[in-house]
C-alpha cells in the first residue's frame, strides 16, 4: 500500500493547520503569512516528499484504475510490444495504461515520474534511464508499486525486476558466428552507461573466448550513428566476415552501409543483430537475430504489477527470461 503525504501530515510536522499548509502549498493570495511560518511549511513538505494530488477528491481512498509505463525510446519496436503487451493484461482488470516517452533522458524521465505521482496511479512499469536510481527514489519512498522491466536500477538489489538476460543475448549471438567459423568480428555497441547492457558485448567476448578477433564500435543510440560507426569499421577492418549490432536501432542504419558498398548480406558478408524488429523479417530480409522475447517481457511485467497492486506478496523479485536465436539467411557458414 502507497503511504501518500496528506496535508495534515506537513501540518503536524510545521506545527500549524491543515488550512495554512493549502494555503501556502497551492500559493494562495489575500491572507497573510509569516516568512517564517511559510518556510516551516515548504521545509516540512520538502522533508516528507510531499506530492500535490490532481486526482478527483472523489476518489481518495480508492485505486484510480490507472497505471504509468515509462519507456526510454518509443520509436524502438522492442519497447512499443511492451507496452502492447502490458496494456492488454491492464485492460483485462479493468485498468487504464498512461504511456510516457522519457527519449533516455533523466530529467525528463524525474518530471514524468512526478507527474503520475501527483495523479495518484495505482502503480508504474519503469525501463529506467541510467540516473533512473536517484529518479525512482521518490516511488519507493511512498511505497509505490512499481516494476521495473529491461534495464536494472543501477546499485539497487530491493525492486522487481523483469528482464531478458542481456550478457546471454552477446552470448547466443557469438557462439553462433563461432559455430560458422568467423574469427574477425565488428561489434557495434551504444555506450549506455548502463552495465547491464553493457555485458552484450562481454557475453559476445566469453563466448568466442579469445579464438576470433572482435573489433567493437561504440556510438549513439540512432540509425545514423549506427550508420557512421559501420562505415567506420569496415574500413578499418575490411577483411572482417561478420558484423554484430548489440542494438536493433543502430542496425537499422548500419545494414545500409552494406548496400551502399554492394556488399551482400549473407554472402559477402554476415549480419547477426540482437532485437526482431519487422524490418529485419519482412519484404526481402530475413536477418539472422537474437529475440529478446519483448512481447513476453511486457506481459510477465505487467502481471507482476497486478499482482502487486491486489497485495499478492512474490518472494522472487527477478524474472530474467532466456533469449532465442532465430536464424534467417544473413549469416553464412565459413
Not at 152 to 175: A, H, I, K, R, S
Request: with cysteine; aromatic share 8%; proline share 2%.
Amino acid at each position: 500500500m502507497s503511504k501518500f503525504v496528506t496535508l495534515k501530515d506537513v501540518a503536524e510536522k510545521a506545527g500549524t493547520t491543515v488550512g495554512t499548509v493549502s494555503y501556502v502549498l497551492n500559493d494562495k493570495k489575500g491572507r497573510y503569512i509569516s516568512d517564517v511560518m511559510r518556510k516551516k511549511v515548504l521545509d516540512a513538505a520538502q522533508e516528507l516528499n510531499y506530492i500535490k494530488c490532481n486526482g478527483a477528491s472523489s476518489l481518495k481512498g480508492m485505486d484510480r484504475k490507472l497505471i504509468g509505463i515509462l519507456i526510454p525510446q518509443f520509436e524502438n519496436q522492442f519497447f512499443t510490444r511492451i507496452c502492447i503487451a502490458a496494456e492488454e493484461v491492464f485492460a483485462s482488470q479493468g485498468y487504464d495504461m498512461i504511456i510516457c516517452d522519457t527519449f533516455d533522458e533523466p530529467e525528463r524521465e524525474k518530471a514524468i515520474i512526478h507527474r503520475l505521482l501527483s495523479q495518484r496511479v495505482d502503480g508504474i512499469i519503469i525501463t529506467p534511464t541510467k540516473e533512473g536510481s536517484e529518479n525512482t527514489k521518490i516511488v519507493r519512498d511512498v511505497g509505490l508499486n512499481m516494476v521495473v522491466v529491461d534495464r536494472p536500477l543501477e546499485g539497487l538489489e530491493d525492486y522487481y525486476w523483469v528482464t531478458t538476460n542481456n550478457y546471454g543475448c552477446g552470448f547466443c549471438g557469438g557462439q553462433h558466428l563461432k559455430e560458422q567459423g568467423h574469427k574477425n568480428i565488428i561489434y557495434i555497441g551504444w555506450n549506455s552507461g548502463i552495465a547491464d547492457l553493457d555485458s552484450r558485448e562481454k557475453g559476445l567476448r566469453d563466448a568466442v573466448s579469445g579464438s576470433v578477433n572482435v573489433h567493437t564500435y561504440y556510438a549513439d543510440f540512432s540509425p545514423e550513428a549506427g550508420y557512421e560507426a559501420t562505415q567506420k569499421a569496415l574500413k578499418e577492418h575490411p577483411d572482417a566476415s561478420a558484423v554484430f549490432f548489440g542494438f536493433n536501432i543502430q542496425a537499422k542504419g548500419g545494414v545500409n552501409v552494406f548496400r551502399s558498398l554492394n556488399k551482400r548480406i549473407g554472402e559477402d558478408i554476415s549480419v547477426l543483430l540482437i532485437g526482431s524488429p519487422e524490418w529485419a523479417y519482412t519484404g526481402n530480409n530475413n536477418f539472422t537475430r537474437v529475440d529478446m522475447g519483448d512481447y513476453e517481457l511486457g506481459k510477465k511485467a505487467a502481471l507482476v504489477l497486478m499482482d502487486l497492486i491486489k497485495g499478492k506478496v512474490k518472494s522472487n523479485k527477478r524474472v530474467i527470461q532466456d533469449c532465442t536465436l532465430i536464424e534467417g539467411d544473413s549469416v553464412r557458414k565459413i
